[in-house]
């Protein structure tokens, strides 16, 4: 071979291998996960609106460093869709390595979007992580449908959102409330006036009717798949038959709606109302810290589930610093990130963990939390119940509108 043939050989295999896709990281060794992580520097793109959540991420940053010489960039974004958008455009570019987004904290359609367009490291690499093993795959379906679609591992779970109900105790009696959609009409029957929902498609509006849809339908795994495979008014009548009986019987006779949350929340303080509801379990005791609702405000659920989703985070197929990213969501997932997220002091948001799969000494951290004078413990949340799949809401918010669209 001459000097020449030899060079050009050279510069064929160097650009090559520089084309090349990197190899899939192998996250069952994780001691080599590990290893190959020290020095990587994580670009985690994840909403930056809150003081709280990124006081949280400041001080898992610092415990990545000391722990595994991993450093943590939080890049606060406003809108998840703008990280994902960052990766469509290095694919389009052809920038399939060196991608300049590791981590996303992510759900829903951003998910969905990312799957499809083939945007995420695979093979699917969430219950591989060493941490999987704590997490609440039983209780918590969410966990592996996002919004309908399945996870397949592709992203790692972080923490949940579920339906609870609030109410005051010093004027409605505990032993009285109701425990499901049937018992809740009942309720309103003996106390009409004092109930109400705000007006789709405000996300807390649909999201009480998408509750009362998931307990009517005949069968709810008709509600995992589009509309437009099933017989939507056959399906559907349960829930205007249901919303039929409580509309007059609601605030206003069902006139008028609150707007959003915080005109439900409003109406509570001002005893105009006596049941209320919200996503996050620690609702009501933040509003009692900030003086919104009174002390005497508590939370109570479903026993038989309530809607609930769960938000994750993911890596972007060409993510530069993957093992540094695994490392990154297993520690996140960890009893003791899991618990001081949980925590209202530093976040508030509820665990993906189950306490019943922890050690004493990790059951520990949770039960030593103070959850707030009216927020539930995880073990009283009761089951959750999975999004329908979108295409139901745009359909049902359509015909509510056309039956019931009088609220002002």
């Keep these: 071979m001459t000097v020449k043939t030899a060079l050009v050989t050279a510069l064929v295999f160097l650009f090559l291998a520089a084309a090349a896709p990197a190899q899939d990281i192998d996250v069952k060794a994780w001691d080599a996960v590990v290893e190959k992580a020290r020095g990587e520097t994580v670009y985690f793109n994840a909403w930056g609106g809150s003081e709280s959540i990124n006081a949280y991420l400041e001080w ?11 450093k943590l960039v939080h890049v606060k974004v406003d809108d998840t869709a703008n990280a994902v958008t960052k ?5 389009a570019a052809g920038k399939d390595e060196g991608g300049t987004v590791d981590l996303i904290w992510i759900n829903g359609e951003n998910f969905a979007s990312m799957k499809r367009q083939d945007l ?3 093979p699917g690499w969430a219950e591989d992580l060493p941490n999987w093993q704590y997490v609440d795959v039983e209780n918590k379906p969410t966990i592996r449908t996002d919004f309908t679609i399945p996870v397949e591992g592709l992203e790692s779970p972080w923490g949940m959102a579920k339906l609870v109900f609030f109410y005051d105790s010093a004027r409605t009696d505990a032993a009285s409330l109701p425990e499901n959609a049937d018992e809740l009409l009942e309720w309103a029957e003996a106390n009409p006036g004092r109930f109400s929902y705000p007006q789709p498609p405000d996300f807390m509006g649909s999201s009480f009717l998408k509750q009362i ?3 009517k339908a005949e069968d709810q795994a008709v509600l995992q798949r589009p509309a437009e495979e099933a017989d939507f008014e056959a399906v559907t009548e349960p829930l205007f038959a249901y919303l039929d009986k409580l509309n007059p019987l609601m605030w206003r006779g069902g006139k008028a709606f609150p707007q959003n949350y915080p005109a439900m929340k409003q109406l509570l303080a001002d005893s105009e109302l006596d049941i209320i509801f919200a996503f996050n379990p620690s609702e009501a005791s933040s509003a009692i ?18 809607l609930a989703n769960t938000h994750f985070v993911t890596v972007p197929y060409n993510a530069t610093a993957r093992a540094g990213a695994l490392v990154t969501a297993n520690f996140l997932l960890s009893p003791e990130a899991q618990a001081r997220k949980q925590d209202p002091k530093y976040w508030g948001d509820p665990t993906v963990l189950a306490l019943s799969k922890l050690d004493d000494k990790d059951r520990a ?15 009283e949340l009761g089951p959750a119940i999975d999004e329908p799949h979108p295409s139901w809401m745009e359909r049902i918010e359509e015909e509510w509108k056309r039956r019931y669209g009088v609220g002002n």
Excluded: H
């Design 120 to 122: 995420l490291m695979s």
């Design 365 to 379: 951290l949770f039960e030593a939390i103070n959850l707030g004078v009216a927020t539930l413990g995880p073990d």
């Design 289 to 306: 810290a900030n003086q919104e609702l009174p002390d005497t405000v508590r939370s109570f659920t479903f026993p038989g589930g309530t």
């Design 60 to 70: 898992a940053g610092e415990e990545l460093r000391e722990r595994y010489g991993v």
């Design 213 to 215: 849809l998931a307990e």
């Design 87 to 91: 990766v469509v455009a290095e694919k």
